[in-house]
């Protein structure tokens, strides 16, 4: 367990903020991606100083040790970490802030959390890691109810049983990933599952979220690797499904509540499939000098039955900034590949990859551990905290990501990078994009965009949505989905509607209403029926 | 497409019913599994001699060209093929059965047909190959109704569209298993979904029930291979999924399709991963003293990140049947094994695979296309239509299936087969079990159980009855699955509730409420709320 302090304002953890030496790097970085000065830093003031309205709710006595409405409670769980919630954090106030934010250490006092919100009509988030980039906990669209408890499952963390065997694990929803990791080592299992909110994201997060980890293909996506889910709904039942590696008796239950995002009831626990830890691992850097290319190459190993554990390609400006933060140039588009095995010889696979990556114009580069992979590997944890030090600067800086079918990606990478530099364009006057391919499949890949400008201080948030606006009406035009791995929170609900039939929408709104009558899971997270 | 006749009485064709030679050769191995001679044969009567109820419906003029009531269609449409479907489909009267077919070619023509069934309150059966062998379309269940339309998809087979780029085919519900692979084949695609009723079960079937094919691993379970779906909902609303390799905008939509098995709306076409087609493939059969050294082996291939294509594991009983039907001998299990692909190197995968058999005391046997792979493969498609051969005899003999984890998979093999040899000793004195792993994943397996007795010609339904009863019991009791791939159907319906979550039925009947509020698609197979 950390013994780390999360940044209430910020990503992550206080201790892992940019340090002064990274700082001032960034202020060169900038310059030559805004094509400018920025302003001084402004550092987010301290969150005791933000002012909250007035808590609406009474504590029970009786939940005194479970629920709290203390200051510094309520402002760590009014907002995960998109970009406006930052913005929104360093703010003199905060509006849409739970009322009280429960943290219950078993299902009983989950269960009297639960019926005391039912006695009141509150609205009840669940709140795993916080680390939400979509809105999925800020309590927007609450104002039916009157009021807002936040239930944090951080203290429902337990590892209740590691199944060697069927090298699986058993843990409370509210785990965070180094522990999750640490636990089944001992097991010679291993989960790497390594969003970039690992550190501080949760299972039952994940899993809430449909959210994807540090492999790029076959066991990305964390709803492929759910074997079983324990829930608590709103109205005191708990739900568990059994534990088998595939079923037929009727639709999927976990795949109903893998993506519900707290919309019909809180995970409190999940039997996770893992695998064996690594024993064998052979990794390069592949330069091509057309991002194309390595797109070509990338589906074509994927369809040949090759499948990487890391199967990145850096587009030519995401190639860029990634050395440039490393004070190195750069040019054309680098893939980094890597397969990892716990017995499957992996020298021969590698070889069939370089192979095919040769065919389309890719050279290897550098082996494994070496720079050119390193670079991009050392950051990936590291950029989140960089995107608040730049909004020190006024920068309007964020990512997003779509998944799209391999026809259309050219057309859409092309199209979603002009969309949003058009976009930038008009908010900023320019900008820069860069984009990534983090998660391949035989039938398409997810495209992982990142945008830069110098902001406006004043209207970062409507610079911001601008600019996203921008890009999910691009995403949607060229076919792909508002989210690939980051869920569709109160950000991309606007959206939804474009890609979910609207008789889906229904049945969802059809299958809570037996489950949660009044709506008070998660209000304002669903699209209206 | 094919021109063999569909037997209105037994399982798929006609023309591929047993031979003379093989009928004889039924005898001896009757003999031997049953311990006794088996009564003469008595062939099925004509479909033509089954006397029905008289239709309570009036077909309407407009749909004369749609909907038909006449005796061979009603028929051909009253039952799926399971066991006691194939004892009804021999009596000389029959009960529940539609009162008419409609056949629509179009969504037009469906949603016409819908349209009247609305308007006349009649329940609808969707209705794919006709293969269900878990009285997935038999129409029990359906008395609140004044009339029950079975919709056959058969004419909606046409294949849309191929994304040779993303390894895809959209194709109508109603495209028979050996069409679809025909159709994607020019462009070095392959669909290879192989169930046992590959020649005439359909892709909207598939979808419906969440089948499995010939692939033991990776691309198994159908669900994991859906693209995108089209619904035509009872409401006559459209709903139409989005292609995406993977996403996360809350809870995936196609998941709720898969698997609903006519309950929430027809499928009327989907997109369909392929795979290109494989150009290298390496096989061979390693025999095994014992079964479970067979099961360890296989777990520690796919724990090592070892996929084969096959990888199917006959235990001794099996392994032994499947050597007597071609007159042979045989002792100890068979694990056949094989990897192909399309482009990665099976060769060093082969050769990990087998060390690891050799390590758990596999011995190699014979490279595929050799007569230890070949047997099994040769009878797979066959088995079903020896059942009726059998059944002529007055046999009592089927299949069921279930998914277990690793950790009990011996132990459920071991209680599951004496059930129902215990079963079979009530019921008919005695009787064979055999078993045989079909799929595999790195946190357990399918176990393929085929039962064999000599039964009481009126007391077959109820004999099986026994037997399928204690089978399931013994699944749900050793934490398996009451199907891996043959769907709930209303044989399941009674065992559904020990392992789905109350709660998850409740929210279906929420979701169906929205989309069908008179609950007349497939009624009678969603277990109550």
Redesign the interface.
């Given at each position: 367990m950390t013994t780390k302090t999360r940044n209430p304002t910020g990503w992550g953890y206080v201790e892992d903020a940019l340090d002064a030496r990274e700082r001032k790097a960034l202020v060169p970085m900038a310059g030559a991606l805004f094509g400018g000065a920025l302003p001084d830093a402004a550092p987010a003031p301290p969150a005791a100083d933000i002012a909250l309205p007035r808590t609406r709710v009474a504590v029970p006595t009786s939940l005194a040790d479970t629920v709290s409405d203390d200051h510094a409670a309520r402002v760590l769980h009014a907002r995960g970490r998109s970009f406006p919630d930052l913005v929104d954090l360093r703010g003199e106030h905060l509006g849409n802030v739970p009322d009280a934010v429960a943290t219950p250490r078993d299902e009983g006092e989950l269960l009297a959390v639960l019926d005391w919100c039912d006695s009141r009509n509150l609205a009840v988030i669940p709140f795993g890691g916080g680390s939400s980039v979509v809105g999925g906990v800020t309590p927007e669209g609450t104002d039916a109810f009157p009021g807002v408890v936040t239930l944090s499952l951080q203290a429902m963390n337990a590892v209740h049983d590691i199944?060697a065997?069927?090298?699986?694990v058993h843990a409370g929803a509210g785990i965070l990933g180094p522990d999750l990791e640490t636990a089944v080592k001992a097991e010679g299992l291993a989960v790497r599952h390594f969003p970039q909110s690992y550190f501080h994201s949760s299972l039952g997060g994940w899993v809430a979220?449909?959210?994807?980890g540090h492999f790029s293909t076959q066991h990305?996506?964390i709803?492929?690797r759910v074997?079983a889910l324990r829930?608590v709904?709103p109205d005191g039942?708990v739900?568990?499904?059994?534990?088998?590696?595939?079923?037929?008796?009727?639709?999927?239950?976990n795949?109903?509540w893998?993506?519900?995002?707290g919309t019909?009831?809180i995970i409190t626990s999940a039997w996770l499939?893992c695998?064996?830890t690594p024993t064998a691992r052979d990794g390069c850097g592949i330069a091509f000098e057309r991002f194309e290319d390595a797109l070509e190459a990338a589906?074509?190993?994927l369809?040949?039955?090759?499948y990487p554990t890391q199967l990145r390609i850096l587009d030519p400006y995401e190639h860029m900034v990634s050395r440039m933060m490393a004070g190195r140039s750069a040019r054309g588009a680098l893939m980094v590949l890597a397969f990892e095995?716990?017995?499957?010889?992996v020298a021969?696979?590698m070889?069939?990859a370089c192979d095919?990556a040769a065919q389309h114009g890719g050279a290897a580069e550098a082996r494994d551990g070496d720079e050119a992979t390193g670079d991009w590997k050392n950051t990936f944890f590291r950029q989140p905290y960089l995107r608040d030090a730049m909004l020190d600067h006024g920068a309007l800086l964020d990512t997003f990501e779509t998944?799209?079918?391999?026809?259309p990606v050219p057309m859409a990478y092309h199209g979603i990078r002009q969309a949003v530099l058009d976009a930038l364009g008009r908010e900023c006057g320019g900008g820069a994009v860069t984009c990534r391919v983090t998660?391949a499949?035989?039938?398409?890949?997810?495209l992982y965009f990142g945008f830069f400008a110098a902001g406006e201080r004043a209207a970062l948030k409507s610079q911001w949505q601008a600019v996203r606006d921008a890009a999910a009406e691009a995403v949607i035009a060229h076919?792909?989905?508002?989210?690939?791995?980051?869920?569709?929170g109160r950000l991309?609900r606007g959206?939804?509607r474009a890609?979910?039939?609207?008789?889906?929408i229904?049945?969802?709104?059809?299958?809570?209403?037996?489950?949660d009558s009044a709506g008070r899971m998660n209000p304002g997270l669903?699209p209206a029926?």
């Open positions: 199944d065997r069927a090298a699986s979220t449909r959210g994807a990305a996506k709803e492929d074997q829930m709904l039942r739900a568990e499904t059994r534990r088998l590696p595939a079923g037929s008796v009727g639709v999927d239950p795949r109903l893998c993506g519900s995002e019909l009831g499939r695998v064996r589906r074509t190993m369809q040949a039955g090759l095995s716990a017995g499957a010889p021969p696979l070889a069939a095919i998944a799209v079918t391999w026809s998660h499949y035989p039938d398409g890949c997810c076919g792909g989905t508002a989210s690939h791995h980051h869920a569709m991309h959206y939804a890609e979910l039939p609207e008789a889906f229904d049945a969802l709104h059809g299958a809570r209403a037996r489950l669903l029926p």
